[in-house]
């Protein structure tokens, strides 16, 4: 369902909100285009530093997806200052400020409001050469799928707030979550990717089914390929899902041929992420060398997890 208005097309906007992009893309000159981008939530974990530090990352995250650069961000508030005082917001917003500045971008401001329940975000703003704009539309029979970062995050932190998980995957997820894309960005911008995004609340399978149709054509998602967070899968067993990872898969239930796997398989592909890893559809040979690239600098979860297809019945087919 489309909430937005149809708007007048523009030739300056480049990327709308049409194919539902990460972020929209204005050009200004022959050689820059604005990206812009805003995301905010609730606290998923309970050190409020770190909550400041994975906000960002997930908001910065918009700009890698679409080959640029963050330049700016402005910060988002709700907060019951009365209720939690000052120093929780500060050191959320300086978790947010050292992520930032890890980024390169410049904290410029932002707007507080008095909330009953905390809320953080950023809105981000970022720029790309006009020409090198990587869209969430675009992938082509042939090439093959990489994820950048693991899955099950939703699953974990779930896991977090029921007291059942251990203080290692705890650390784990955390991390994860904190973790810029920049690097994959960067090493990314190396090579000619079809087709970019991020992987975030809609899960793996409800972000690939909006490149696949976006694309007009089909993937296959291969489980035993997918980097999925040590436990995940055993939580979910144990019915730690949250809400949003149920949802997904109802969703898109219809868009997907999930062959023999079980439902708990079939949640984690789905599960809800926060800060997740770039799902880039890239020809087979540069696919190869780019995860060789994300390999020798340390991100080793870095996988080729699935394949691009002609458009059948389904846009996913989830294999073993």
């Given at each position: 369902?489309?909430?937005?208005?149809?708007?007048?097309?523009?030739?300056?906007?480049?990327?709308?909100?049409?194919?539902?992009?990460?972020a929209?893309?204005?050009?200004?000159?022959?050689?820059?285009?604005?990206?812009?981008?805003?995301?905010?939530?609730?606290?998923?974990?309970?050190?409020?530093?770190m909550?400041?530090?994975?906000?960002?990352?997930?908001?910065?995250?918009?700009?890698?997806?679409?080959?640029?650069?963050?330049?700016?961000?402005?910060?988002?508030?709700?907060?019951?200052?009365?209720?939690?005082?000052?120093e929780?917001l500060s050191?959320i917003?300086r978790g947010?400020?050292?992520?930032?500045?890890?980024?390169?971008?410049?904290?410029?401001?932002?707007?507080?409001?008095?909330?009953?329940?905390?809320?953080?975000?950023?809105?981000?703003?970022?720029?790309?050469?006009?020409?090198?704009?990587?869209?969430?539309?675009?992938?082509?029979?042939?090439?093959?799928?990489?994820?950048?970062?693991?899955?099950?995050?939703?699953?974990?932190?779930?896991?977090?707030?029921?007291?059942?998980?251990?203080?290692?995957?705890?650390?784990i997820?955390?991390?994860?979550?904190?973790?810029?894309n920049?690097?994959?960005?960067?090493?990314?911008?190396?090579?000619?990717?079809?087709?970019?995004?991020?992987?975030?609340?809609?899960?793996?399978?409800?972000?690939?089914?909006?490149?696949?149709?976006?694309?007009?054509?089909?993937?296959?998602?291969?489980y035993?390929?997918?980097?999925?967070?040590?436990?995940?899968?055993?939580?979910?067993?144990?019915?730690?899902?949250?809400?949003?990872?149920?949802?997904?898969?109802?969703?898109?239930?219809?868009?997907?041929?999930?062959?023999?796997?079980?439902?708990?398989?079939?949640?984690?592909?789905?599960?809800?992420?926060?800060?997740?890893?770039?799902?880039?559809s890239?020809?087979?040979?540069?696919?190869?060398?780019?995860?060789?690239?994300?390999?020798?600098?340390?991100?080793?979860?870095?996988?080729?997890?699935?394949?691009?297809?002609?458009?059948?019945?389904?846009?996913?087919?989830?294999?073993?």
């Amino acid at each position: 369902m489309r909430l937005l208005p149809k708007q007048d097309a523009v030739p300056e906007l480049l990327v709308g909100h049409e194919t539902s992009d990460d972020a929209g893309v204005y050009q200004l000159t022959d050689s820059i285009a604005l990206i812009q981008t805003v995301d905010f939530f609730t606290p998923i974990v309970d050190d409020p530093y770190m909550f400041g530090q994975i906000t960002a990352a997930n908001s910065l995250s918009d700009v890698y997806a679409m080959g640029g650069e963050p330049k700016t961000v402005l910060n988002i508030v709700a907060y019951p200052i009365k209720k939690l005082g000052a120093e929780v917001l500060s050191d959320i917003l300086r978790g947010a400020a050292d992520k930032v500045k890890e980024a390169g971008a410049l904290t410029v401001g932002g707007h507080s409001i008095d909330d009953k329940e905390p809320k953080f975000g950023l809105s981000v703003t970022g720029i790309v050469h006009p020409d090198k704009i990587w869209k969430n539309v675009g992938a082509k029979p042939g090439d093959v799928l990489v994820l950048t970062k693991p899955i099950g995050v939703g699953i974990i932190t779930t896991g977090i707030k029921r007291s059942v998980v251990t203080p290692e995957q705890e650390q784990i997820v955390t991390e994860t979550m904190a973790e810029l894309n920049k690097t994959a960005a960067e090493v990314l911008m190396n090579y000619h990717p079809h087709a970019v995004t991020d992987v975030t609340g809609f899960g793996l399978l409800g972000h690939s089914s909006e490149m696949a149709r976006g694309s007009a054509v089909s993937f296959e998602i291969f489980y035993s390929k997918v980097p999925i967070l040590e436990g995940a899968l055993e939580l979910a067993r144990d019915g730690v899902v949250p809400g949003g990872s149920k949802s997904n898969h109802t969703w898109i239930l219809d868009d997907v041929d999930y062959e023999e796997l079980s439902i708990e398989e079939q949640l984690v592909l789905c599960d809800a992420i926060t800060s997740g890893g770039l799902l880039v559809s890239i020809s087979e040979d540069e696919a190869i060398k780019y995860v060789d690239a994300l390999h020798s600098v340390g991100k080793y979860h870095a996988s080729i997890v699935g394949r691009v297809t002609e458009k059948k019945d389904k846009l996913i087919y989830a294999k073993r």
